[in-house]
């Protein structure tokens, strides 16, 4: 009996999953974010963390600029893929170089980010699907844009340069609401066609821009982070959205309908807040301006539009 005990211990010990890059989980148990090994437990600038953002925080947001691209700002071709951690949309590789942002010189160094990809964390209940918090609070579901900065040649390469900076994520939280947001349709049609890790599909019609909240003004959180799966590379140059994104139940459902790479159901994909370690987090009070020029800055520049009136904080 006891014998046949040890032998089943010594089975699970050898079928349980590695703790490399690509079979990470979320679970506690096994894979989970606790196991997470090298610069996820040793870095000390990971993410994500808990923003505090009360009125005297930001009374102190200082001004800056961020433009978009025009791809940025309308309907594109995409690929959408359920990888097993995430759902994650992709622009044509022919089209990525022009769906840009690019800030000022005092937020973002005055350099241009090349879009890489979106995707998104989610839980199994409204309150616990964010992965970056706010004042300990979490929301129903978190987006990320990744970009890269131009100096590279894709978002692997700006990754194993291992400088901060070479990566930026900007993190929109989505608050549950009512109403649909159609500004994610186009996703929730493509993800329809997927189900199980590894399924892949295209879409079109997705407007990047019009996924960020729906303000020509929003506080943003800058801080110096890292990518929040394994390896954890502590590369990004995180700017934390304050303002809120919305998602309706029956939208989020539809991301509940998918399966992760243990053939459970996708959701829960969050890792926890990591300690600050004395980073410093700044506050932006920034001007969002969408171009209708694909090369704003050269020649005569482009034509700039504000975004609609801004609303306020909505914290
Ligand atoms: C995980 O990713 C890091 C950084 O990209 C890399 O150095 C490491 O070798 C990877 N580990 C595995 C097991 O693939
Ligand atoms: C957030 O939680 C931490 C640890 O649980 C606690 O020390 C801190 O005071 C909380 N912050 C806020 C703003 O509630
Ligand atoms: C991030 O790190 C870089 C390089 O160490 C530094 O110059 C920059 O001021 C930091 N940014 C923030 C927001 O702390
Ligand atoms: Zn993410």
Known sequence: MKLALLFLCAASLLIKPGKGNGSFCYDEEDCGPKSWEDTCNKGRSQSP???????KILSKARKAQLYYSRDYCQNQDFILQNNGHTIQASVRADLTSTSYLQGGK??????????SQLHFHWGSNKDHGTEHTFNNKSYAMEGHFVHYSSEFNSFTEAVDSNEPNAVVVVGVVYALSNEDNPAFTPVLKAMSKLKKAGDSTT???????ELLPDQERFYNFQYNGSLTTPGCAEVVLWNVIGNRGRISQTQLQ?????????SKILQDNVRPAQSL??????VYDTQITLSQNSHPGRGNGGILFPRRKNQGWRG
């Not at 005092?106 to 879009?115: G, H, I, Q, W």
């Not at 879409?203 to 821009?209: D, E, F, P, R």
């Open 203 to 209: 879409g079109t019609k997705l407007n990047l821009v």
């Open 49 to 55: 963390i808990n923003i505090n953002s009360n009125h």
């Open 277 to 282: 370690n004395n980073r410093e987090i700044r």
């Open 254 to 262: 539809q991301f509940q309908l998918e399966l992760d790479g243990h």
């Open 106 to 115: 005092d937020n973002l160094a005055n350099k241009r980010y090349v879009f």
